[in-house]
């Protein structure tokens, strides 16, 4: 059976992927927010943030924390 991954990322998770800290991690998810045109409450896919940093989804679902 296939392990269900989510589809929300955070800044931990971001944190964890490039190796920057969490501040740079949330400044981060406001840029994307800002370059899709979304609220500040508004949540990222994990499938937002692979398009924007240029990285492949198979590449980085090994280091989300469920």
Do not use: W
Not at 17 to 23: A, S
Not at 51 to 59: F, L, R, S, T
């Amino acid at each position: 059976m296939k392990k269900m991954h989510r589809a929300i990322i955070y800044a931990k998770d971001i944190q964890l992927i490039t190796g920057k800290g969490l501040r740079s991690a949330r400044y981060m998810m406001q840029k994307i927010k800002i370059s899709l045109n979304k609220s500040p409450e508004s949540l990222i896919t994990i499938d937002e943030f692979c398009v924007y940093a240029g990285i492949d989804k198979e590449d980085i679902m090994h280091l989300i924390i469920d």
